[in-house]
T-cell receptor, first 112, second 111 residues
Framework: KAGVTQTPRYLIKTRGQQVTLSCSPISGHRSVSWYQQTPGQGLQFLFEYFSETQRNKGNFPGRFSGRQFSNSRSEMNVSTLELGDSALYLC???????????FGQGTRLTVV | QQQVKQSPQSLIVQKGGISIINCAYENTAFDYFPWYQQFPGKGPALLIAIRPDVSEKKEGRFTISFNKSAKQFSLHIMDSQPGDSATYFCAARGNTDKLIFGTGTRLQVFP
């Protein structure tokens, strides 16, 4: 069974640009959550999607947005990038019947 | 009230020793407490998890101890091995899929 797949693995962007990250959950999993990991703030929850609907949202500015498609794949978008957005962005998926959340390897975003 | 406090920040253990990492929470609505292991360049991997209706759960060399009245839980790694060297995160979750993570413990196991 394939795990959570995140693409791309690495990204370098310039301040002011926007970026889109992709996450393919484990087959059969309908819940996808996104987290930001930085050395200073640790792992912080961004948002969670279930059946194409955002169910929860963390304390991030509106520049951070996401969506989920009918096949449960999810994308996360960050607009007007700032240097502080440099981080490892992690996606996790879980099934409706199981509380376990499985993480992908993440996308390392560097903003220069 | 949403915080999960984790200690120590770093831990050095000799091979064969016991590694102990502690976490504390405030929100009594939390009902699921997983531990994740993360190696450099990788995403967190679920190690073991517990619900508050049991006081202990063991899987191989890894044991979670849970104290509901004290709102504390801990991870014990028995017979620690150099391959266990990683960063460990405790987490907590309530009635949503949102995980609240501790700040992480960097474990180093020396031969």
């Amino acid at each position: 069974k394939a795990g959570v797949t995140q693409t791309p693995r690495y990204l370098i962007k310039t301040r002011g640009q926007q970026v889109t990250l992709s996450c393919s959950p484990i087959s059969g999993h309908r819940s996808v959550s996104w987290y930001q990991q930085t050395p200073g703030q640790g792992l912080q929850f961004l948002f969670e999607y279930f059946s194409e609907t955002q169910r929860n949202k963390g304390n991030f500015p509106g520049r951070f947005s996401g969506r989920q498609f009918s096949n449960s794949r999810s994308e996360m978008n960050v607009s007007t990038l700032e240097l502080g957005d440099s981080a490892l962005y992690l996606c996790a998926s879980s099934s409706p019947l199981n509380t376990e959340a499985f993480f992908g390897q993440g996308t390392r975003l560097t903003v220069v | 009230q949403q915080q999960v406090k984790q200690s120590p920040q770093s831990l050095i253990v000799q091979k064969g020793g016991i590694s102990i990492i502690n976490c504390a929470y405030e929100n009594t609505a939390f009902d699921y407490f997983p531990w994740y292991q993360q190696f450099p360049g990788k995403g967190p991997a679920l190690l073991i998890a517990i619900r508050p209706d049991v006081s202990e759960k063991k899987e191989g060399r890894f044991t979670i101890s849970f104290n509901k009245s004290a709102k504390q839980f801990s991870l014990h790694i028995m017979d620690s091995q150099p391959g266990d060297s990683a960063t460990y995160f405790c987490a907590a979750r309530g009635n949503t899929d949102k995980l609240i993570f501790g700040t992480g413990t960097r474990l180093q196991v020396f031969p």
